[in-house]
């Protein structure tokens, strides 16, 4: 008990530190917020969730998963966050491909970015395997008024998208949809799949604009599609992809890479962006030997444990208020 209380003494005293050092010295200037979306490839915890197919990753399964292994990798993907931004931290990031509350609360409370004292809202999916999308936030920086999930009619179960309204420093309201759209492993299908989920979206921003026409709205994660896809063009017509002309993909496949992760800005919020792009960091990589350059440096390659954080790369953007 007595270790509990004093490592949240530390984690408060940690937290306030950061605000004074980092964040106040910024607020009497035009706020910059910096919005990270990462799919962190299959970020489990070793303990078996009932009516989920995640056996392969426990300690027993197949690819031997373990709490040093977990941890190794949680490390990893705080080092990732804290890297976007030199002299701050990022102030809202999506996340994908992580199973539950227990990972997320190692994730803000035992990795580097405990210091920031984040806090973080999450899906309850219908996937299969168990995975779900999450948006870390800084509390300093962005309140959240309202989150809830939202759950498309898919022909199979997939990730849910998760809506979080918040406002910012300035007291811009930003509206943001968290997504991790079906894959490309059922073909047509899929690709249907994730256009449902695209009107779901679209459908849910034709109710904000019902109530607030000047509404921030934000979309971004994994759209397991490229910036010329049938679900970005047609069913995202109205917003704007801020990935679209980025040379460096956010995953490589079979060699090519390709730009899967995006972020999608309406015309209100298209005049805030300062910058947007893919971090491609040198940690994040590692030489590709079979195709020639360099491909994201991931957490296993087959069954084999290759030591890794992620198979996709973050993709980033900056706003100014």
Not at 20 to 41: D, G, K, R, V, W
Request: aromatic share 12%; glycine share 6%; net charge positive.
């Amino acid at each position: 008990m007595k270790k509990r209380v004093m490592h949240k003494i530390s984690a408060i005293f940690g937290a306030s530190l950061f605000f004074f050092l980092y964040i106040l010295p910024h607020l009497s200037y035009a706020q910059q917020i910096t919005l990270m979306s990462y799919n962190c490839e299959n970020a489990f915890d070793t303990i078996h969730d009932v009516g989920k197919n995640d056996f392969e990753y426990l300690p027993d399964g197949n690819r031997h998963w373990s709490r040093g292994k977990l941890f190794y990798k949680l490390n990893g993907i705080g080092k990732t966050i804290m890297a976007v931004e030199e002299s701050r931290p990022v102030d809202i990031v999506c996340l994908n491909e992580v199973e539950n509350d227990s990972v997320l609360t190692w994730l803000t409370c035992k990795t580097p970015l405990a210091a920031v004292g984040y806090k973080y809202v999450m899906t309850n999916s219908a996937d299969v395997r168990g995975v779900d999308v999450a948006l870390l936030y800084s509390p300093f920086t962005f309140h959240v008024i309202n989150h809830y999930s939202i759950r498309a009619k898919t022909t199979t179960p997939t990730r849910d998208v998760l809506y979080v309204s918040g406002v910012t420093l300035s007291h811009d309201t930003l509206d943001i949809f968290a997504v991790h759209l079906p894959s490309k492993l059922n073909g047509l299908i899929g690709e249907e799949n994730r256009c449902v989920v695209a009107r779901t979206i679209c459908s849910s921003i034709d109710s904000i604009y019902n109530i607030r026409k000047n509404a921030n709205i934000v979309v971004m994660g994994d759209f397991n599609d490229g910036p010329k896809s049938k679900v970005i063009k047609n069913e995202f017509s109205h917003l704007t992809d801020l990935m679209a002309h980025e040379k460096q993909g956010s995953y490589k496949y079979k060699g090519v890479w390709q730009c899967i992760d995006h972020i999608l800005v309406n015309e209100k919020l298209l005049p805030r962006v300062s910058s947007s792009g893919v971090m491609a960091n040198p940690m994040l990589l590692e030489e590709d030997t079979k195709y020639g350059g360099v491909k994201p440096y991931r957490t296993y390659v087959g069954f084999k444990y290759n030591g890794g954080y992620s198979d996709h790369l973050p993709v980033f953007a900056r706003f100014t208020f």
